[in-house]
């Protein structure tokens, strides 16, 4: 397995795996039928939105609001199909992550590729592209009942704090923040 940027030559098979329930991208296009459509009516669009960012675009909330966007690097875990996505984004200097973006690294791995070690191996690479954007650290939450979650994290020297209430704005519940220190 490994990173790939989004790509016209990889877009079908990110959209099966849509087709097929995957939806780790939803802060991006708001529900699986908007991406779907989208591609529809224009694939590049799908694309750019998942395109490597400065900071520019919107982020949809869970509870429909949208925010600005971070800068942020995208990438699919790639196996000779998707099997998942990780994404960093990180404030601009000297500003902290919005409320509303309770980490700088998400990720997820599709339901048949699970127990592979993906996850693990994906974080680790982000976390080389956290450094080259300047970052001393990354925070990453889990839900508190995520242990496979909970286990890459830890497989990637995350240190566990306490656990914490999301705001309903991203869909609520508690979870556990992680601090990954990267010197």
Do not use: C
């Amino acid at each position: 397995m490994d990173l790939r940027a989004p790509s016209l030559e990889l877009l079908d098979g990110y959209l099966d795996a849509v087709r097929r329930g995957w939806m780790g991208d939803r802060v991006l296009f708001g529900s699986a039928e908007n991406l779907l459509a989208m591609a529809d009516r224009d694939r590049g669009a799908v694309l750019s939105r998942l395109a490597d960012r400065s900071r520019s675009g919107i982020r949809f909330l869970a509870d429909g609001t949208t925010a600005s966007a971070l800068p942020a690097i995208f990438r699919w875990m790639w196996d000779g199909e998707f099997a998942g996505s990780i994404d960093l984004r990180w404030p601009a200097p000297g500003e902290a992550l919005p409320e509303d973006v309770p980490g700088h690294i998400g990720f997820g791995t599709v339901e048949w590729r699970r127990g592979r070690g993906y996850a693990t191996r994906a974080l680790a690479l982000m976390l080389h592209l956290a450094r080259e954007q300047g970052l001393s650290e990354v925070l990453i939450v889990t839900d508190v009942d995520n242990d496979a979650s909970q286990r890459v994290v830890e497989r990637n020297g995350g240190v566990r704090g306490k656990s914490v209430t999301l705001p309903q704005r991203i869909g609520g519940g508690r979870a556990y923040r992680w601090r990954i220190p990267l010197g």
